[in-house]
């Protein structure tokens, strides 16, 4: 069974940094692209980030580009997403996601307030 | 980029009765579509890719249609547990996009 889970979110303060992690189990982590979606209270989806099965190729819109950065461990089964130069409209609950090219399996979310 | 409107907003639907959400990308995307279903409080789940194609387990009474740049989601014969938000999402081409979302009530 496919599970992404999580960790990392929480309270931080405009301008600071954060990093979240994904953990990977149930597939062969190293096979995928992996990816970042995220989602502002009560509203629709966003892609963050994706990074390609050796982590040499990565890809970001560009309310995100020069701020965050996306990585993976694939001796570690998990995917890294680098947040900083934080602001207010990043607020969001950040998903983990298999990607190939759609999202197939996603992690349970994981909430980041950035607020003072 | 690819913008994805999708209609209608909101939509509320006895039980068994069939519904149909609409998704329009701004330009030809090859039926490079997904839709997936977000039930409240929960993480969005894979429903169709590639326009038409069921992912695994998902129950037969949904279906995707659609070509260019109109396509559609269709439940058939709703059930109390269909309650949730449905987003498109084009991966045509980067930056990957999604629709604005259709929450789905039971009247």
């Known amino acids: 069974e496919v599970q992404l889970v999580e960790s990392g979110g929480g309270l931080v303060q405009p301008g600071r940094s954060l990093k979240l992690s994904c953990a990977a189990s149930?597939?062969?982590?190293?096979?995928?692209?992996m990816a970042w979606v995220r989602q502002a209270p009560k509203k629709g989806l966003e892609w963050v980030a994706t990074?390609?099965?050796?982590?040499?190729?990565?890809y970001y819109p560009d309310s995100v580009k020069g701020r965050f950065t996306i990585s993976r461990d694939n001796a570690k089964s998990s995917l890294y997403l680098q947040m900083n130069s934080l602001k207010s409209e990043d607020t969001a609950t950040y998903y983990c996601?298999?990607?190939?090219?759609?999202?197939?399996?996603w992690g349970q979310g994981v909430m980041v307030t950035v607020s003072s | 980029d690819i913008q994805m409107t999708q209609s209608p907003a909101s939509l509320s639907a006895s039980l068994g009765e069939t519904v149909t959400i609409e998704c329009r990308a701004s330009?030809?995307?090859?039926?490079?579509l997904a839709w997936y279903q977000q039930k409240p409080g929960k993480s969005p789940q894979l429903l169709i890719y590639?326009?038409?194609s069921l992912h695994t387990g998902v129950p037969s009474r949904f279906s995707g249609s659609g070509s260019g740049t109109q396509y559609s989601l269709k439940i058939n014969s709703l059930q109390s547990e269909d309650v949730a938000s449905y987003f498109c999402?084009?991966?045509?081409?980067?930056?990957?996009?999604f629709g604005s979302g259709t929450k789905l009530e039971i009247k």
């Open positions: 996601a298999r990607l190939q090219w759609l999202f197939d399996y």
């Open positions: 999402q084009q991966y045509y081409n980067y930056p990957l996009t």
């Open positions: 990074i390609s099965t050796s982590g040499s190729r990565t």
């Open positions: 330009e030809d995307i090859y039926n490079g």
């Open positions: 149930g597939f062969t982590f190293s096979n995928y692209y």
């Open positions: 590639n326009a038409n």
